[in-house]
């Protein structure tokens, strides 16, 4: 809130890690729920049920990283109440005013990924030559999962909102709750109910639900929750969807994402299918870790690159921020790589799981590894204003990644298993990143010193002009 940030202070530093370790909490939710369900279900039902869980993300939680723009355009409406009003009054009157377009487009949004689950999924699946073994298990889970996309897009309008205004405990407090609830029930629907697939989509669905009556609880008890959902005119509407030409980065990793599964899906059989499930899962819950070096560079870094106030420390800032990313990649890979191999028996108990799994761990080390230093170049060329080239080199980087699978029958001999050429394509993917992100931080900065150099010519005296 505004009194929050006024009571700042000299405590500054006490406060940024009050807020700052439940919110990151609290984004590692939505993953840590896949986890367990992945967990619960390689442990109770067959290799097979586990293995369609990679299918239906495809479906059910990829897409929400496509509407990531409303987490944006809420943030944007926090903001506006606060330069607005003069008083509490009109600040939450501003605010009230300001969510109904986000929390509208949100249901709308989930709606049409319900719709394109329901109707385009059996589709899509077929069209990826999915077996016929596994085929079904995918269909059942997104029947079940896929009520919940609108949920689930109002959750993260929410979940903004809390963030935005500096309550981060609050939404951290009721995820955990539904997240320990999701635990229970997926207990209770494998072990006591034995309703596999089915049982674990039921309770990630009903713990989410849980979850967004209590944001709407505490939402509306804050005073914050708009009164209606009436259908804003349209231009209103145009300023949420604006923001969706900037929700680029989730939109590339729903594509890599994508590609992983497909192609594995395709070419790969269930073990392999499974593997992935729990080697992306674990991925994708540690990674957000190393995203924070995301939005530090962006907010550490602005004045000491080329042009900045403190150019001449910008070096040293960029060089502390890959070894900050470095030592976030081995810890990652250690717990990343430790746990799906060295512990195995808490996610499957499938001895050709394991060994698919242990077939690519060395890839699957150097992906953890990469990925906070690529983070972390990532908001340094955001800071430097270099948009449109890194742009340039995350496209150059996906079409590598593409090529590699594309073209997968040259470089399969170089790899023990279908899955680690699966992870090989996504280190490539980090390293032609990193190096385009170098490259174009060297060349802003070879402009920079040539500008630098460049001198105005002398001006001549009165007496050598006229000698």
């Known amino acids: 809130s505004i009194e929050t940030v006024q009571r700042g202070g000299g405590d500054g530093l006490n406060n940024i890690y009050r807020y700052t370790l439940p919110a990151l909490g609290t984004l590692m939710i939505g993953p840590l729920m896949t986890l367990v369900d992945t967990a619960f279900l390689g442990l109770t039902s067959t290799t097979t049920q586990q293995a369609s869980l990679s299918a239906a993300s495809l479906l059910v939680d990829l897409p929400l990283l496509g509407i990531s723009f409303l987490s944006l355009a809420t943030t944007a409406s926090v903001v506006h109440a606060a330069n607005q009003a003069s008083s509490t009054e009109e600040y939450m009157e501003e605010l009230r005013a300001g969510l109904h377009a986000p929390l509208y487009v949100a249901l709308l949004c989930g709606a049409v990924l319900f719709t394109l689950a329901n109707g385009l999924g059996p589709v899509l699946l077929s069209s990826l030559n999915i077996n016929t073994e596994t085929l079904p298990y995918v269909l059942r889970y997104v029947d ?60 990630t669905a009903v713990s989410q639900v849980l979850l967004l009556g209590g944001m709407v609880w505490g939402t509306r008890r804050a005073g914050m929750l708009p009164d209606s959902l009436t259908a804003p005119h349209f231009r209103v509407l145009e300023s949420v969807f604006k923001y969706f030409k900037h929700s680029w980065g989730p939109v590339l990793r729903v594509a890599r994402m994508a590609l992983m599964t497909g192609f594995t899906a395709v070419f790969l059989g269930n073990s392999s299918m499974a593997a992935l499930q729990i080697t992306l899962s674990m991925f994708l819950f540690l990674d957000l870790i190393g995203q924070s070096l995301h939005q530090s560079a962006q907010v550490m870094i602005q ?165």
Request: aromatic share 8%; proline share 4%; net charge neutral.
């Open 144 to 203: 079940i999962r896929a009520w919940c996309l609108p949920v689930q897009s109002v959750i993260m309008v929410l979940q903004t909102l809390f963030l935005s205004r500096l309550n981060a405990l609050t939404p951290f407090l009721l995820a955990a709750a539904a997240t320990a609830l999701n635990i229970v029930l997926d207990f209770l629907a494998c072990y006591v109910l034995d309703l596999g697939i089915a049982g674990v989509a039921a309770a």
């Open 303 to 467: 004045e000491f690159l080329p042009g900045g106030t403190h150019q001449q420390h910008a070096g040293m800032m960029i060089q502390s921020l890959l070894v900050t990313g470095l030592l976030l990649g081995l810890w990652t890979a250690l717990i990343g790589c430790g746990l799906p191999v060295g512990c195995s028996w808490i996610f499957t108990s499938d001895v050709e799981v394991v060994s698919t799994m242990r077939s690519c761990v060395g890839l699957l080390a150097t992906c953890y590894l990469l990925s906070p230093i690529a983070e972390a170049m990532t908001g340094v060329l955001l800071a430097a204003n270099q948009i449109h080239a890194l742009v340039m080199t995350q496209m150059v980087a996906h079409a590598a990644m593409l090529v590699f699978l594309v073209d997968y029958t040259r470089f399969a001999s170089w790899f023990p298993s279908g899955l680690s050429l699966v992870w090989g394509s996504y280190a490539l993917m980090l390293a032609v990143h990193l190096i385009g992100c170098g490259a174009v931080l060297a060349l802003k900065q070879a402009n920079q010193n040539t500008s630098n150099n460049v001198r105005a010519p002398p001006v001549q005296s009165y007496r050598s002009q006229m000698s």
